[in-house]
């Protein structure tokens, strides 16, 4: 998926030099590749779904909330159904499995407010198990050198990187890289980066 997204942001700005996508259009795209990896079935309770800008309300129990949180939403969530209807909102989703924000990178601040979303969600989760990630995109930019080994051309998997705001401290790492040439400029690339987050030990 992240190096798919990657061609396709090369492929962009390759065909539309003057424009820089924004998030939307990437999550758009995001969702073309992520769709094909997940079987989607309204029939079969347990088939995997895709949702968009999901409320952390949907997540029924799993993440009870406070009354400030209560607007906000994923980009991106894969998990399993409940088979009956909630509320206004549609079905709740009895499983996440995966839950994505999706940036593009201009603006460490950006990042920042995701970054710790997220973790405040995990550390609300009682007894789900699943994963929160943060997909960065950068168009004929490179990522931040710490991210990246010291070859600078994958993914500095085991190092961490934190936030820390109002009492909550944040831990990401950048878990995979996928880059691509932009043909015109042989050392421009457009980046797409795979990052995991947990709230901090300690």
């Known amino acids: 998926v992240l190096q798919g997204l990657s061609y396709w942001l090369a492929y962009k700005s390759n065909s539309y030099w003057q424009y820089s996508w924004g998030e939307s259009a990437i999550v758009g795209e995001l969702c073309t590749l992520v769709s094909a990896n997940v079987r989607n079935s309204r029939l079969d309770r347990n088939a995997w779904s895709l949702v968009l800008e999901c409320p952390y309300e949907r997540f029924g129990d799993r993440v009870p909330l406070e009354e400030e949180g209560r607007k906000d939403s994923a980009d ?99 878990r995979m890289t996928a880059k691509t040439y932009l043909s015109t400029k042989r050392r421009a690339r457009n980046w797409c980066c795979l990052l995991e987050v947990r709230p901090a030990v300690g």
Request: glycine share 6%; charged share 35%; hydrophobic share 40%.
């Open 76 to 174: 991106m969530v894969v998990g399993k159904l409940d088979e009956e209807p909630w509320g206004k909102m549609g079905r709740r989703l009895a499983e996440p499995a995966f839950v994505f924000e999706v940036k593009r990178l201009s603006r460490e601040s950006d990042l920042r407010k995701d970054v710790l979303r997220l973790a405040k969600a995990l550390r609300r989760n009682v007894e789900g198990n699943w994963v929160a990630m943060v997909i960065v995109a950068t168009q004929g930019a490179e990522p931040p050198p710490d991210w990246l080994d010291k070859t600078q051309s994958r993914a500095a998997a085991n190092r961490s990187f934190f936030f820390e705001d109002d009492g909550m401290r944040a831990e990401y790492k950048v």
